[in-house]
């Protein structure tokens, strides 16, 4: 199994970015997916996760209203649209598969992980 996440880069307070993750080698469309952070020196933070149809969705509150999970189960692919960003938004996000989703924000509950892109949001 490979999650390849991507989109990452260095953009400005009140900017926007389109995170993707790409899956492989399982069966994309049975699996919940997730999205996580992790900024230096702190614990990894729930973010988003969605079902395995894009019917339900569950967001961490630090950013309910500004970012949007959504999924494409046909390229296999799931994305995290990041609107009005804010400097304590900077981390390394990861994108993570659950088999059995359950809308968890625990990172424990989920199978397999991504390598991570860096998201850097400037004052």
């Known amino acids: 199994v490979q999650l390849q996440a991507s989109g990452g880069g260095l953009v400005q307070a009140g900017g926007s970015l389109r995170l993707s993750c790409a899956a492989s080698?399982?069966?994309?469309?049975?699996?919940?997916m997730g999205w996580f952070r992790q900024a230096p020196e702190k614990k990894r933070e729930f973010v988003a996760t969605i079902n395995w149809s894009g019917s339900s969705t569950h967001y961490g509150d630090s950013v309910k209203g500004r970012f949007t999970i959504s999924r494409d189960n046909a390229k296999n692919e799931v994305y995290l649209q990041m609107n009005s960003l804010r400097p304590e938004d900077t981390a390394v996000y990861y994108c993570?598969?659950?088999?059995?989703?359950?809308?968890?924000?625990?990172?424990?509950?989920?199978?397999?992980w991504g390598q991570g892109t860096q998201v850097t949001v400037s004052s």
């Open positions: 993570a598969a659950d088999r059995e989703w359950l809308g968890s924000e625990w990172p424990d509950e989920y199978d397999y």
């Open positions: 080698g399982v069966t994309f469309s049975t699996y919940g």
